[in-house]
């Protein structure tokens, strides 16, 4: 599976954002796509993920109710809307992949962490002025 993940740029507080990610591969088919970031001299953190048929989605807590993950199946691509942005979302967005359903990921996830995922994309930088 391969991600590329753009949309990442410069937005003051309280403005929108809109990160997309596009996975290609032969592995692709079946896969729960999930978005983290990562704040400098801190962890990767997670952001939001959702099943491979779009209808279950799962939302960190720092971000619930301002973000929202969906998925266009016809372009293979899952876009991350972030909504009334905080300086404190400032961070390297990556997106990611693995072969499990969300919900086992997501169990994964709480036991052995982010580094629980597969597939890694390179990261697109969020900045949110203050």
């Known amino acids: 599976v391969q991600l590329q993940a753009s949309g990442g740029g410069l937005v003051r507080a309280g403005g929108s954002l809109r990160l997309s990610c596009a996975a290609s591969?032969?592995?692709?088919?079946?896969?729960?796509l999930g978005w983290f970031r990562q704040a400098p001299g801190k962890g990767r953190e997670f952001v939001a993920a959702?099943?491979?048929?779009?209808?279950?989605?799962s939302n960190g807590e720092s971000v619930k109710g301002r973000f929202n993950i969906s998925k266009d199946i016809a372009k293979n691509t899952v876009v991350l809307q972030m909504n009334s942005l905080k300086p404190e979302d400032t961070a390297v967005y990556y997106c990611?992949?693995?072969?499990?359903?969300?919900?086992?990921?997501?169990?994964?996830?709480?036991?052995?962490?982010?580094?629980?995922?597969?597939?890694w994309g390179q990261g697109t930088l969020v900045t949110v002025s203050s």
């Open positions: 959702i099943s491979w048929s779009g209808h279950s989605t």
């Open positions: 990611a992949a693995d072969h499990l359903g969300l919900t086992y990921i997501m169990s994964k996830m709480s036991r052995v962490g982010t580094r629980g995922w597969s597939y």
């Open positions: 591969g032969r592995t692709f088919s079946g896969v729960t």
